[in-house]
């Protein structure tokens, strides 16, 4: 009987811990959103610093940009709505529905690596606006296509070309990757999202650098760059906007991101959460 009592109490101290948890969880995600609709930024830099969330780095950075001196405008991504808006004072300028990290942990056969497909959280701040931006696929790129491919991968490194099976080799030539033929005879090979290069049954993962790995039009005209990687961008898949499933990064359509593209200056905060 006592030791049903004691199993009893454990649980509902359990439950009771969890349900804490997630309060605190819920109420501060409700605080984040009502101090950014009333446009209290220094608040909301004061909840994410006592949450240990964002970046000494960027804060320096926002702290010295033109946007922060001048109480400009600024931009709010919603994890859980995915939305964005784009907003001054209180007042709403712009808004649109975006995509965002699909939240997976993933690991790849051959890599030691654990990738977490997540939209960071806090307070960043747009570092750079590029028009006409090339994607720079990531390894994990490749092993991801590898996986839904049933095939291996196979690193190509500048001046350790790869024997293929007819007797030839792929190799770098200047910023091209290129297949030179047993009689002495190359060709550039081309590598697009999803057609990336494969020899003998393993897609080459190209060095960073050359043309074949640099995709056009999957960022789509516009990205404003928020660093390590991150940025608010246009997309080739138009129909995932609003929905979860990108690795990180925040995606528009393409004509959302061509009307803040022409109003976002560098030093423009944004907050997400």
């Known amino acids: 009987m006592n030791r049903v009592l004691?199993?009893?109490?454990?649980?509902?101290?359990?439950?009771?811990?969890?349900?804490?948890?997630?309060?605190?969880?819920?109420?501060?995600?409700?605080?984040?959103?009502?101090?950014?609709?009333?446009?209290?930024?220094d608040a909301i830099d004061r909840a994410r610093r006592e949450a240990s969330v964002g970046s000494d780095t960027l804060r320096a950075q926002l702290a010295t940009s033109?946007?922060?001196?001048?109480?400009?405008?600024?931009?709010?991504?919603?994890?859980?709505?995915?939305?964005?808006?784009?907003?001054?004072?209180?007042?709403?300028?712009?808004?649109a529905p975006v995509a965002t990290g699909s939240g997976k942990t993933v690991t790849?056969?051959?890599?030691?690596?654990?990738?977490?497909f997540e939209t960071p959280r806090g307070r960043l701040v747009v570092q750079r606006r590029d028009?006409?931006?090339?994607?720079?696929?990531?390894?994990?790129?490749?092993?991801?296509?590898?996986?839904?491919?049933?095939?291996?991968?196979?690193?190509?490194v500048r001046g350790a070309p790869i024997k293929t099976k007819d007797g030839g080799e792929v190799t770098v030539v200047g910023n091209d990757v290129v297949r030179k033929s047993k009689d002495g005879s190359t060709r550039a090979l081309t590598a697009e999202e999803g057609r990336e290069i494969v020899v003998d049954g393993k897609i080459v993962i190209p060095p960073y650098?050359?043309?074949?790995?640099k995709y056009i039009g999957v960022l789509g005209a516009y990205r404003l760059y928020l660093g390590d990687g991150y940025?608010?961008?246009?997309?080739?898949?138009?129909?995932?906007?609003?929905?979860?499933?990108?690795?990180?990064?925040?995606r528009l359509r393409n004509e959302d991101i061509t009307v803040l593209y022409d109003r976002v200056?560098?030093?423009?905060?944004v907050y997400i959460y």
């Open 231 to 250: 940025g608010l961008h246009g997309t080739n898949e138009p129909k995932s906007v609003g929905q979860a499933v990108s690795h990180g990064c925040v």
């Open 66 to 95: 033109p946007a922060a001196k001048i109480g400009g405008p600024y931009i709010v991504v919603s994890i859980a709505d995915r939305r964005l808006w784009y907003k001054e004072g209180d007042s709403v300028l712009f808004t």
């Open 131 to 156: 028009s006409a931006p090339a994607w720079i696929p990531p390894d994990w790129h490749y092993l991801e296509q590898a996986r839904k491919r049933g095939l291996s991968t196979v690193q190509l």
């Open 6 to 41: 004691l199993v009893t109490v454990v649980a509902v101290l359990g439950v009771t811990v969890w349900l804490v948890m997630q309060t605190l969880h819920d109420r501060f995600a409700r605080d984040v959103a009502r101090l950014v609709f009333n446009d209290n930024l």
């Open 108 to 116: 790849f056969v051959g890599s030691s690596r654990v990738y977490h």
């Open 209 to 213: 650098g050359t043309t074949q790995r």
């Open 265 to 269: 200056a560098i030093g423009t905060p």
